[in-house]
């Protein structure tokens, strides 16, 4: 435990560095202008209680309210979809490169969002109905990345359904961690410990407890670093700077023997820089230039 809250005051120092380099945070679905949310992003709740019920049915059901929603959830889905891909999490973090865990993952980002977005403070009615929109993207993305493992095409709403049901108790047992013991800083490293076992290492008897505590301590500070620590500004353009991956270097195993360099991992593409892989509708991949806009059916790497 005591190691537990050393590192939890070493990802806190490093929330400092990562904001002066907000700009590299990942990238947004396709260049665009920032979205005009408000005149003021520093504009407090009081301001956003005034709003009319004409606003909000606007902001609900107007052509102009409905994009401006979707091109936010669209953006802060991809921006937790891009870390949540970070291919240093089945390397040097050795968490294996099947479904569930990287769902998992996923979530976990998403969860990081959905807190932020309903404690929002700039415009809390729209940051409700961004909040529908980016699980609706979740579900649809869902389906696509259930498609392409190959399984037959009546059972995929079955398996959407196992997968809704894995998120929701996924993210409702992180919520349990910050609400029962948010004064207790030793419960809530161990019962985070316990949500990131069952759902990222899918009860792995043989995950390692320096893996397991690592990325406790992501989680630890990603809660602050998204509630607190990502200006107003940037969130409601897309942009979270995420700061430092979890540092997996030099982990042991559970007997303290240094643990042996991971070989290539079974699946993973390793792309260029720029370059992520999508899905279509149907599962299948193509590749995508988030610099240039680039399409291609043909892998890069």
């Given at each position: 435990q005591s190691r537990l809250l050393q590192q939890q005051q070493q990802q806190q120092q490093q929330q400092q560095r990562c904001h002066s380099s907000s700009s590299a945070a990942s990238p947004a679905p396709?260049?665009?202008?920032?979205?005009?949310?408000?005149?003021?992003?520093?504009?407090?709740k009081g301001d956003v209680e005034k709003k009319s019920i004409f606003s909000k049915l606007w902001d609900q059901y107007s052509i102009e309210g409905q994009k401006k929603r979707i091109e936010m959830g669209e953006r802060l889905f991809r921006s937790a979809q891009y870390r949540a891909n970070d291919p240093r999490w089945f390397t040097e973090g050795r968490i294996p490169y099947e479904f569930r865990p990287r769902h998992a993952l996923l979530t976990m980002h998403i969860w990081f969002i959905h807190k932020r977005l309903i404690a929002d403070r700039v415009d809390s009615h729209l940051a409700l109905l961004v909040q529908e929109e980016l699980f609706d993207i979740l579900w649809h993305d869902t389906r696509a990345r259930i498609r392409a493992e190959g399984v037959n095409e009546l059972t995929v709403n079955k398996h959407l359904k196992d997968a809704q049901q894995l998120t929701f108790l996924q993210c409702t047992h992180y919520d349990h961690c910050f609400q029962e013991f948010a004064t207790d800083d030793d419960k809530r490293l161990d019962e985070i410990a316990g949500v990131n076992w069952l759902y990222v290492l899918t009860k792995d008897e043989e995950a390692y407890n320096d893996q397991l505590e690592r990325l406790t301590m992501y989680v630890e500070y990603q809660h602050i670093n998204l509630s607190e620590g990502v200006p107003d500004k940037y969130f409601w353009e897309g942009r979270i700077p995420w700061g430092d991956m979890p540092d997996f270097s030099d982990m042991k195993d559970n007997t303290g023997k240094d643990l042996v360099e991971m070989g290539d991992v079974s699946g993973l593409e390793v792309l260029p820089k720029n370059w992520v892989k999508m899905l279509t509708d149907a599962g299948e991949p193509y590749y995508w230039n988030t610099d240039t806009n680039h399409t291609s059916w043909k892998s890069p790497s």
């Open positions: 396709t260049p665009q202008p920032p979205i005009d949310v408000t005149t003021e992003a520093t504009q407090g």
